[in-house]
């Protein structure tokens, strides 16, 4: 099993910046690809960014000129920042991880991915 536990949530104004960070534990050779997620108020979830192990990343377009995603592996730690936020960016966002690349495709597809954060809230005004 894979534990993901995220941080780094909060509120604040559009045009601002967040970090939210992803720390990973235990059987962290089976997170070959690992995302972000987010999921408002009555929509569905959808994923946001995901990278490879070799470090290949992948973009939903409304966020590709703003979000980068990144990964210390020697911390076992997954990052997004997020700079210039809009208010649609609000949602709560969700760490995932599964064991096969990304580049394999259906990276946006949350019945891919096997583990799961508890999720870390995120409010733009």
């Known amino acids: 099993h894979v534990q993901l536990v995220e941080s780094g949530g909060g509120s604040v104004q559009a045009g601002g910046s967040l970090r939210l960070s992803c720390a990973a534990s235990?059987?962290?050779?089976?997170?070959?690809?690992m995302g972000w997620f987010r999921q408002a108020p009555g929509k569905e979830r959808e994923g946001v960014a995901a990278?490879?192990?070799?470090?290949?990343?992948n973009y939903l377009d409304s966020v590709k000129a703003r979000f980068t995603i990144s990964k210390d592996t020697a911390k076992n730690t997954l990052y997004l920042q997020m700079n210039d936020l809009k208010p649609e960016d609000t949602a709560i966002y969700f760490c995932?991880?599964?064991?096969?690349?990304?580049?394999?495709?259906?990276?946006?597809?949350?019945?891919?991915?096997?583990?799961w954060g508890q999720g870390t809230q995120v409010t733009v005004s």
């Open positions: 995932a991880a599964r064991s096969y690349a990304c580049y394999l495709g259906s990276w946006r597809q949350v019945g891919t991915f096997a583990y």
């Open positions: 235990g059987y962290t050779y089976s997170t070959n690809c």
């Open positions: 990278i490879d192990s070799d470090g290949r990343t």
